[in-house]
């Protein structure tokens, strides 16, 4: 009777505890409402276009066209070394990860470098789904070559995973115009994946994950000074919820191998192009 009680309760611990517990340690996770293709850690990495509908593609044409004009007329400025160097750091990013036919594709992600924009946070957005906004605050202002890739990562992970047409999708192709709180939502649950595959896509490329964490911090204070609060539902979840979500990825991922690189060491991106 004890060996047969034995035997059940291993039997039981291999076939339901431990495939629990280990589920907990892993790192992958699913997207909501979409399909992707994954990396090895199970993370999603791309999700085609050819799952959206015509109507959906042909909005966010018509959004990127206005876009492009709207930047065209205000964009005077130029900054050439930080455009190669920004469009070599987005192409070792998805090469890395296998994404380097996104280079050359159609619709792909087209770098504009707002060069007159130097005292903004440091951040950077996309726009329709189509174009990459980074103000030259952003290099001028991360710690570290590894800190720029953390947020151009997050910002190529919006653009794979296909937000924008998620978003006009699950919106049914309108914006509300009143309560946004639905709306916001989305929006909190889409940058969580992008935080969550931006760190696969910079870890891949071989940058320090803790980057992405300290580059938030610097984002708070950033805010913190110039008295900026977070809305607590607003489209973005906190700067703290997103450190604890990035913390608790890199526990689970096999992230700990990469401590520190070669581009961890503290430099002015701007005038490090050739080391990248």
Known sequence: MQKF?????TYFYILLILPISALGENCSYNLKSATASISSNGVPLYVENSKFSKKILNKLKRRALKAKKKYNTINTKRCPELTEQVNTLMERLLTSSNLAF???????????????????????????????LIPASLPQKAKSLDALAAVLSHEIA??????????????????PSGDRSFLNRIKRHHEKEADLTGLELMTNAGFSPQAAVSHLKHVKDFLDKRKHRVKAKGSHPSP????????????????????????STKVNPIHDSKKT
């Open 5 to 9: 009680l034995y035997n059940f309760v």
């Open 102 to 132: 996104l280079l050359d594709n159609e619709d792909r992600l087209e770098v504009v470098l707002l060069c007159s924009k130097i005292d903004t946070p440091p951040v950077a957005r996309i726009v329709a789904g189509k174009y990459l």
């Open 158 to 175: 919006h653009y794979t995973l296909r937000h924008h047409a998620r978003l006009l999708e699950e919106l049914n192709g309108r914006f």
């Open 240 to 263: 703290t919820d997103r450190e604890l979500l990035l913390t608790e990825q890199i526990k689970k991922c096999s992230y700990r191998a990469i401590e520190k690189t070669a581009n």
